[in-house]
C-alpha cells in the first residue's frame, strides 16, 4: 500500500531549500477522501509552488497516481 503522506514529504523536501522545515499533516482520512496539508518554510513556497503553479500541479498529479490503488480522492493543500 502507498503512503501518500510519506511521499508527499519526499517529493517537497527533493525541492525545497530547507527540508528540515517539510512538515506533512493528514487533516482528514475518510474511506473515500484523504485530506492531506503540507507545510513548508516561507522561503520555500515559490519552489512548492512553482512558476503559475506548475510544480503544484504536478505534485498534486503524481499523488493522484500514486494512491489509485487506494481509491481515495487525494487533497493537498500547501501552507
Known sequence: MVDV????ANVAKAIVDDPDQVN?????????KI???????????GKVIGKSGRIAKA????LKTASASLNKKITVDIR
Open 5 to 8: 503522506s510519506r511521499t508527499l
Open 24 to 32: 506533512v499533516i493528514v487533516k482528514e482520512d475518510t474511506a473515500d
Open 35 to 45: 485530506v492531506l496539508e503540507l507545510v513548508v518554510a516561507p522561503d520555500d513556497m
Open 59 to 62: 505534485i498534486r498529479q503524481l
